[in-house]
């Protein structure tokens, strides 16, 4: 493992220039994340259609290249998907940054994974692996509507 | 004791980070330890163990002797008056709390005020604030210039009849700002009011003579004086020792103790409840003694050097931005890169053997001043030469690459 592969491409890319990086007009879910240890910042916001669809999916935030970079891909990604699929692919993410060697799910493509793959360079940095972590543990709360801000020294 | 052979004293250089030589440039967070101090807390464990002020048998006594056997070095070296002005606690913040709990408790009522600076660590606030709720206090904050320092005039400004006292740093951790302390303890005597002064940058780094900068308290990180964790001292003048309620209760700090009531100790007892970190202690007197081999006076020198020859080196390469332009700067360099945050420099550093710290360095109040979430800091300690700096600043030119690619 070295930096190269913490420091991919992809993971440049969406750091330096993330998509979705507004605020969702007429938003009607949103919560807050908050990293304490480095002051990482990140506010997701949901539009969920009658069907329970993600119309749209931004944020706004402040942080390090892998917590942007974090926050951008995950929100591509889940644009136009079902409330249900949002909570697998959360679930499945946050197994694969923690211990599993490769995401299960059969909801997005081989295409995808390897994008959200890219992350999986912090397991070799344990203090980073919340960086990565936070947009997700953020989106969570605002499916949840938890008004209670994200932070995450509640994880592990 | 020559400084210029002095990484030799520290076995942590003896190891490898990422199989690079160990470039450690967090000792504003916390020193390494030198062999001695290293030797003495095994030496104490294994040959001389016992608890402090309680048994009559020979360890015991021999223990006693060495615990204070330290609190007499350490006045020594601040210059305090009195052995009983040195208060041993479990670190800097809780030396902070101390004043503010007892200090509070006993001297203030709702409306009062203390003046802070925006330089202080959270340890230097958080402390404070909680007598907000509990007394209805009022915090105000001295403003810093341009250059992220704290003036004199900033602190005259601030103070108002209600201010009952003043807490402010020695040394700023984020800018290195070094506070004319001596000139603002005299313009709170010359109002009344009592100082703290924050020393956790201060002590490591500058001569401190209590006796000749006057203040009422001062606070001392230990593990960032090349002494063990778990240990700070609270220097007091004894008659605010003698004048504030004690702290926290418990065996060693009572005289008489019975169904109807209990008096407390003399000092230094009163504010020692329980028992103490006597290793740390004892192990901290020997971090007295590498001090005193050395000589403050070398040590400032040889930091002052280092710290304008780091100024330069990190000028000198455009994508660097410095923050804070102090005058009189001690061991602290922070600084942002363009489109970097904090926390990828840092990882990419560590690539390298190079230790930093990233973020808020416990200066939110800080960091929301300068607008930056985040900044990264090299600081300096006795072991640091040049070479360390020009390091720094080949793994600062990495970032650029691995990012810019």
Request: charged share 25%; with cysteine.
């Amino acid at each position: 493992m070295d930096l190269k592969e913490l420091y991919q491409e992809i993971i440049l890319d969406h750091g330096k220039n993330p998509r979705n990086l507004r605020k969702t007009e007429n938003f009607n879910k949103d919560a807050k994340g908050h990293n304490p240890l480095c002051g990482d910042k990140v506010h997701v916001f949901l539009k969920i259609d009658e069907n329970k669809n993600i119309s749209d999916i931004s944020f706004e935030g402040s942080g390090c290249a892998i917590s942007m970079a974090s926050a951008s891909i995950m929100t591509d990604l889940m644009k136009e998907k079902k409330e249900k699929e949002v909570k697998e692919l959360v679930e499945d993410f946050l197994q694969m940054i923690k211990e599993s060697p490769e995401m299960k799910t059969k909801i997005i493509s081989e295409n995808e994974k390897t994008k959200l793959m890219s992350l999986s360079g912090v397991k070799q940095y344990p203090m980073r692996v919340k960086c990565a972590t936070l947009a997700w543990h953020t989106l969570t709360s605002a499916m949840n509507n938890s008004q209670e801000e994200t932070n995450t020294e509640k994880f592990d | 004791m020559n400084i210029n052979n002095i990484k030799k004293q520290f076995p942590i250089f003896n190891n490898k980070v990422h199989n690079n030589d160990l470039v450690y440039l967090d000792s504003a967070n916390s020193s390494q330890k030198p062999q001695m101090v290293v030797d003495r807390i095994y030496d104490f464990y294994t040959k001389e163990f016992s608890n402090v002020g309680r048994s009559v048998h020979y360890l015991a006594v021999a223990a006693t002797n060495l615990y204070e056997n330290t609190r007499t070095m350490m006045q020594k070296y601040i210059n305090a008056k009195d052995p009983n002005e040195i208060v041993f606690t479990k670190g800097a913040t809780e030396a902070i709390n101390l004043v503010a709990n007892t200090f509070g408790q006993k001297f203030l009522n709702e409306g009062d005020e203390i003046l802070l600076t925006e330089l202080e660590h959270h340890s230097n606030y958080v402390p404070w604030h909680y007598l907000r709720k509990l007394k209805g206090v009022k915090i105000n904050f001295a403003e810093i210039n341009n250059d992220g320092e704290i003036t004199i005039e900033s602190i005259e400004k601030s103070i108002t009849p209600k201010t009952k006292m003043i807490a402010i740093t020695h040394l700023s951790n984020v800018t290195g700002a070094i506070l004319p302390i001596k000139e603002i303890t005299s313009l709170a005597h010359s109002k009344n009011i009592p100082i703290l002064i924050d020393g956790c940058q201060g002590a490591p780094h500058l001569k401190l003579d209590m006796q000749d900068i006057d203040c009422d308290f001062y606070a001392i990180s230990c593990h960032k004086m090349y002494g063990p964790t778990g240990l700070g001292v609270l220097y007091a003048k004894k008659k605010w020792l003698d004048a504030l309620p004690p702290y926290q209760g418990g065996g060693g700090m009572i005289r008489e103790v019975k169904k109807e009531g209990i008096s407390f100790g003399d000092l230094p007892n009163k504010y020692e409840a329980g028992t103490m970190a006597t290793a740390q202690v004892i192990a901290f007197g020997e971090s007295i003694k590498f001090l005193n081999q050395i000589g403050i006076e070398n040590i400032e020198k040889h930091e002052s050097e280092l710290t304008k020859y780091g100024e330069e080196v990190l000028r000198k390469n455009n994508s660097v931005k410095l923050v804070g332009n102090p005058k009189n700067k001690g061991s602290v360099l922070s600084f942002t890169l363009d489109g970097i945050h904090a926390h990828d420099i840092a990882t990419i550093l560590d690539e390298d053997g190079v230790a930093i710290r990233a973020g808020h360095h416990c200066c939110q109040i800080l960091h929301d001043k300068l607008g930056l979430s985040a900044t990264a800091r090299a600081s300096l300690g006795v072991y640091n030469t040049k070479d360390d700096l020009d390091k720094l600043n080949e793994s600062i030119n990495k970032c650029r690459k691995i990012f810019d690619r």
